[in-house]
């Protein structure tokens, strides 16, 4: 087996003792990242700050040394460099490319790492197969309001928190963003500046086009549940076939 194919099998295989591990780890990490960047935002001593700092650092290397060989176990390299999965974590080491970290508009960027968990969502996951369709639609529906809140609350924080005593923590700008993604919108913490205000409406805008049609489509799964029947397949597990079928649609054997 060359290189190549072996680093996919680590970074791709979660069903391979060492590809889950991996995965796991990875998932972990951007975890860690995201506590990381959420206590920052609040009153912490100088030896902690730095010591979260130098985690950070690490984490990103990691970060950087996966996204290399992933580009080395793609087989159409070009392609990966610019696929979202590629361009999610091009983003999350781009401080450290940079090596400008202490620039405002660089340090946005690090609110983005979260959506990395994404990978770990879809299809196989780390927690199991979503073998309903439905199921992943609800999964990434829940991912999709969580991303945009914990994303566009970094965001806001990050405009805002200079000159705008209102957003004094992380939790003040997820307060902010709940109320104004479920209109209630209280109005006792408001951004002041342009840009806060501008990232309020690309959160409206993102919540009004990514919600409303994953949910077209979890309507549209479920109506077509309604002819399904529950057969789990005996290989592969799948347990949701068309009410006539006499073979499993994934991987082909003959249902009983």
Not at 56 to 69: G, H, K, M, N, T
Not at 145 to 170: C, D
């Amino acid at each position: 087996m060359i290189l190549a194919d072996k680093i996919s099998i680590y970074l791709e295989d979660i069903e391979h003792p060492i590809g889950r591990t991996v995965n796991l780890a990875i998932a972990g990490l951007v975890v860690v990242s995201t506590g990381i960047f959420i206590a920052e935002t609040y009153p912490i001593s100088s030896e902690l700050r730095s010591i979260f700092s130098r985690i950070d650092l690490i984490i990103l290397y990691i970060f950087a040394v996966e996204y290399l060989l992933r580009l080395i176990a793609a087989p159409d390299k070009l392609k990966y460099l610019f696929s979202f999965y590629s361009l999610i974590d091009l983003i999350a080491i781009l401080p450290m490319l940079t090596g400008i970290t202490d620039v405002s508009f660089i340090r946005i960027l690090r609110w983005f790492r979260i959506l990395r968990l994404l990978r770990f969502i879809e299809g196989k996951t780390l927690l199991g197969n979503l073998d309903r369709e439905d199921s992943s639609i609800v999964t990434r529906i829940l991912f999709t309001i969580f991303s945009i809140i914990f994303i566009y609350s970094g965001l806001i924080y990050q405009v805002e928190h200079p000159i705008n005593p209102k957003f004094a923590t992380f939790f003040d700008a997820v307060y902010f963003a709940v109320a104004t993604m479920t209109t209630v919108g209280f109005g006792d913490i408001t951004p002041i500046s342009d840009a806060g205000k501008f990232m309020t409406v690309l959160m409206i805008l993102s919540g009004i086009a990514l919600i409303p049609w994953q949910l077209g489509d979890l309507i549209k799964q479920v109506a077509k549940s309604a002819n399904k029947v529950n057969a789990v397949c005996h290989k592969c597990q799948l347990s949701s076939h068309d009410l006539d079928a006499s073979f499993c649609k994934r991987c082909g054997t003959k249902l009983s």
